[in-house]
């Protein structure tokens, strides 16, 4: 599967954005989709994850209240509703698959996860 992220933009603090991952071939619906972002001189992280059905929703903690994460399979597309955006939020986001899960829950880390996308900037001006 290939992956393509977008919807990133500039946008002040308090502002929204919508991001969407679109998935190319087959078997998108089998995977478990992740939200990962990395600013600049920082190593990539973990944002959110849902489960194939969008049952199993996950957060880091630093976006829980603020970020959804949510799926279309008939569209082969995730998306990450972002919310009262703060500047630590500024990063390029990408999106990726895994089916790896770890003590009951999915994988939060990086290298656990395939089929990278190019990303897509968010910047938060204050």
């Known amino acids: 599967v290939q992956l393509q992220a977008s919807g990133g933009g500039l946008v002040q603090v308090g502002g929204s954005l919508r991001l969407s991952c679109a998935a190319s071939g087959r078997s998108f619906s089998s995977y478990i989709m992740g939200w990962f972002r990395q600013a600049p001189g920082k190593e990539r992280e973990f944002v959110a994850s849902i489960s194939w059905g969008g049952g199993g929703i996950y957060y880091t903690d630093s976006v829980k209240g603020r970020f959804t994460i949510s799926r279309d399979n008939s569209k082969n597309t995730v998306y990450l509703q972002m919310n009262s955006l703060k500047p630590e939020d500024t990063a390029v986001y990408y999106c990726?698959?895994?089916?790896?899960?770890?003590?009951?829950?999915?994988?939060?880390?990086?290298?656990?996860?395939?089929?990278w996308g190019q990303g897509t900037l968010v910047t938060v001006s204050s």
């Open positions: 990726a698959r895994t089916f790896t899960y770890v003590n009951g829950a999915p994988s939060r880390k990086p290298s656990d996860f395939g089929s």
